[in-house]
C-alpha cells in the first residue's frame, strides 16, 4: 500500500452533497488514507464516520447588508479552511458541491493544493463552476454534464451510502394480483410540502380495489405529519407517517414503486436499489436540474416523470392506476433501474483520488516533508 495521504472533503451541508461526500471518505479511510469533512453546521447531523470540521460560509443573496455580511463569512471560512488544509497537511480536497463548500475550495486553490471535484448532477452546480477552472479533475454521475468541460470530466458515478449500495443484488418482484401495494413516498432529506398535499388526495382517488391494497410509508416535514395523517386513515389507507427513516434500505427493499422528488442521490438510490419510479422533480431547483437527472433515469425506462407545475392528483391516480393494472410495466422499469446503476461509484472515486495523489507532485507548501512512496 501507498504511504498514507489526508484529504479534505468539502462539501454544502445538505444530503445530496454530505452522503456522497461520507461515502467517498470512508472508501478512502478503507484504502488506508486520513479524512475529515469540512462542512457547515447541517453536516453533523448525517451518520457517518468520518470527522467532521465546520467551516463558516453564507451565501451573497439578499439586500445589502446581508451580501457583506455573506462575504465576511466566506472570507472567515477561507482563513478557517486555510488554517485546516496547513495544520493537518492536508494534500488534496475533493468538492462536492454546496455554497458550503467554496471557503475550503478557495483556500485549497490559493495553498497550491490539488482540487478534485465531485458532480452529483446532470448539470454542473454554480459552487462546482466557480471552481471547475482550477480543477484537475470533475468526476461526474452522468454521461452528459452540462456546463461541465468534457476535456476534464471523468464518468465515476454517485457514491452512496454503503447500506443502499450493498442492496445491489435485491430482486423486485412486482405486486401480485390480490395483493399489498407498498409505495414508498419521500421529497428529499427535507420532506416536501407538495408530497403532503397531493399525494395523500392521490391515493384517495384511486380505484376502491387498488385502495384497499395500499400500504403507504411516507416521509413529511413535521408540521405536516398530522396532517397527512388524517388524510390518510380518512381514506381508510394503511400509512405509516414520519420525518425521516432511519431504515431506508429496508423501506426500498420493500417498495413496489417509490414516489420521489430526483435528486442526484436519490437517483442513484433508487437505481441501486434496482426500484421504480414516479418521479416529481422540485421546480425550483438550480438549472432545473432535478428534471435532467430524472431524464437521464426516464430515457431508460427506469422511471415516470410528471413536472410538479403540471402535476395533478387526478393526472397521478390515473398514472398509478395504468401501473397497478399492469404490473409489469413496473418489472421492466426495475430491471432498467439496476442496470443503470453504478453501486461501486464511491470506491471508483477513492481509488481516482489515489491515482492522483500518487503521480501528482505535493505543492511544497502543503507538505514540506514526503516520505518516498513504500
Known sequence: MSKPYNVVIAAGGTGGHVFPGIATAEALNALGHSTILATDSRGKAYQGNVRRELIAA?????????????????????????????????????????????????????????????????????????????AQSIAVAFENVRYADSNKTVLIGNPIRAEIADSKNQTYNAPSANGPIRVLIFGGSQGARVFGDLIPTTMQLLPYEFRKRIKVVQQCRPEDIARVRAAYVNAEIEAEIAEFFHDMPERLEAAHIVISRSGASTVAELTASGRPSLLIPYAAATDDHQTANAEALTSRGAAWCISENEASAEQLAEKLSKLFKHPEKLSNAANAAKAAARTDAAVALANFVETILKTKPINPRQRIVRDNVS
Open 58 to 134: 453564507s451565501s451573497l443573496r439578499g439586500g445589502a447588508w446581508l451580501k457583506i455580511k455573506g462575504l465576511l463569512s466566506i472570507i472567515r471560512g477561507i482563513l478557517q479552511a486555510s488554517l485546516l488544509l496547513h495544520r493537518e497537511k492536508i494534500d488534496l480536497v475533493i468538492g462536492f458541491g454546496g455554497f458550503p463548500s467554496l471557503p475550503t475550495l478557495i483556500a485549497a486553490k490559493l495553498m497550491g493544493c490539488p482540487i478534485v471535484l465531485h458532480e452529483q448532477n446532470a448539470v454542473l452546480g454554480k459552487a462546482n463552476r466557480i471552481v471547475a477552472k482550477f
